[in-house]
């Protein structure tokens, strides 16, 4: 059995590259060490990293987390903590932890997913009839603008109002202060957030914090006091919830599991909406052949219509593959002496797998860096070769919700106007908080408007 690589380069040295560089530090890895490799990616940590990147293997480790080999301890995302809260479904373990998503799960699935679809093109349709004509805008701004407006209509409830606008200001302060490579420092380096008072990182972090979280316990309150049964908004749903024992949440729990929805279901979808703008519009053939393809619907007010379109979903598929938000899965704690990729693990080490690297692989993906939707009408990948959501027993609860607005978003876009690149500049892949986002904005500018209708032999 292999004895596991050591990197060349110095603690210090990796974790600013993870930090600063995440494609180039997982890429230079991968090149010189394969399948799978030990890495530094937190300053304070003493406990071995191990990134497996071949999809058998993964398999393996996401699939055993519940028996001897592995488990999935919520300490394991403290990182998150910060972020999220401690009583989030991210930092819960074991049975704890199964309970909780079993709570949260049913909201997500089957008619309540249908019943969001046309609330999700409402919104889109709503924010795309103020774009200017022939006037470049930075699309991702526009598009948080839309995923925001999803979140705290189809989540928290929220339509209007004061509370409303003062979140939606407030969210968008906090999830901005990480929206570079060097201010994401600000979560893998614990000692850049002390509090020296409001002029400070940290300072500034606990005040919006402590405004957002009064703000969102004043809402959870109100809505205990005046429950309403026809509401369908996912915060409705989790305040009625019972466990086995008839237990529901707690508001802590509730706040809480809010911020995980709205850090799982805004920021990564709109940075996976800005992708996917951008090569739908850098290439020609994928344009055009997707715009045939939304002009073949019967009806384009019905958005239940997109989730039937092939070629849409595939553009979408290849955009989660070729730039996944999500860079690794949850990590994984090795409880007893394993083998993994012909390499011995000892237990407490921390295993994850890298969903970037997976997705690059040349043997599942030729040519990896091209941007070509007809992989995924061509060929059917395993949970284990495509795992933009990860998998597992920390599979993202929302993904359903996110695939289907990431559909409707895109398909309403492009339904509605006709669009083109501002530059012909590249756009390159870099940090954005915990996630891999674009590294400088995609500008795109309204040519015209486009009013696909129902085709005549409808």
């Known amino acids: 059995m292999k004895s596991l690589p050591t990197l060349r380069a110095s603690g210090f040295a990796q974790v600013s590259q993870w930090i600063l560089d995440p494609v180039g530090y997982l890429q230079s890895n991968f090149e010189r060490y394969g399948d799978l490799f030990p890495a530094q990616m937190l300053w304070n940590s003493s406990v071995p990293m191990i990134l497996a ?3 058998k293997a993964v398999q393996f480790l996401l699939t055993r987390d519940r028996g001897k080999e592995f488990s999935a301890p919520g300490e394991a995302n403290q990182i998150l903590e910060q972020l999220l809260g401690s009583q989030s479904l991210v930092l819960l373990s074991g049975e704890r932890h199964q309970q909780r998503r079993k709570l949260i799960m049913p909201p997500f699935h089957g008619e309540r997913i249908r019943a969001y679809s046309q609330l999700i093109q409402t919104i889109t349709q709503e924010a795309i009839a103020a774009w200017p004509l022939d006037k470049p805008i930075d699309i991702r701004d526009t598009i948080q603008s839309i995923t925001m407006r999803v979140i705290l209509q189809a989540v928290f409830g929220l339509h209007e109002g004061d509370r409303y606008q003062k979140l939606e200001h407030l969210l968008a302060l906090r999830l901005g202060m990480t929206n570079s490579p060097l201010a994401s420092a600000l979560i893998f380096l614990p000692w850049l957030r002390k509090d020296f ?8 972090i606990r005040q919006i914090a402590e405004e957002t979280d009064r703000l969102l316990f004043a809402e959870i309150q109100d809505r205990r006091a005046h429950p309403d049964p026809d509401r369908i908004d ?8 019972k466990d086995e024992n008839g237990d529901g949440l707690s508001d802590r729990e509730l706040r809480d599991e809010l911020m ?15 992708w996917a703008l ?8 994928v344009k055009q052949k997707l715009v045939a393809e939304l002009e073949s619907m019967s009806d384009p007010g019905d958005a239940s219509q997109f989730s039937q379109l ?4 595939a553009v979408c598929n290849e955009t989660l ?4 938000v999500a860079m690794l899965t949850f990590p994984r704690r090795v409880e007893k002496p394993v083998e993994l990729c012909g390499y011995q693990l000892d237990p407490g080490a921390i295993a994850v797998g890298c969903i970037y690297l997976i997705h690059q692989r040349e043997d599942l993906y030729p040519n990896p860096h091209e941007f070509r939707p007809e992989r995924f009408l061509e060929n059917q990948f395993s949970p284990y070769e495509f795992l933009p959501f990860g998998g597992g027993s920390r599979r993202c609860v929302g993904a359903a919700l996110a695939a289907s607005e990431m559909r409707i978003v895109l398909g309403t876009i492009l339904t509605h106007l006709d669009l083109a690149l501002a530059s012909d500049r590249p756009v390159k892949p870099g940090r954005r908080g915990v996630t ?3 590294s400088s904005p995609v500008r795109l500018k309204k040519l015209g408007e486009r009013a696909i209708a129902a085709p005549a032999f409808a």
């Open 436 to 438: 891999l986002a674009q």
């Open 53 to 55: 990147n071949e999809p």
């Open 278 to 285: 951008y090569w739908v519009h850098k290439l020609p053939q």
């Open 260 to 274: 995980t929805l709205l850090m799982a279901g805004h920021e990564t979808t709109a940075t996976s909406l800005t």
């Open 321 to 324: 593959r070729i730039y996944p």
């Open 197 to 204: 008072g409001t002029w400070s990182p940290g300072g500034r």
């Open 310 to 313: 092939q070629y849409l979903s």
């Open 234 to 241: 996912i915060l409705s749903l989790l305040l009625t919830a």
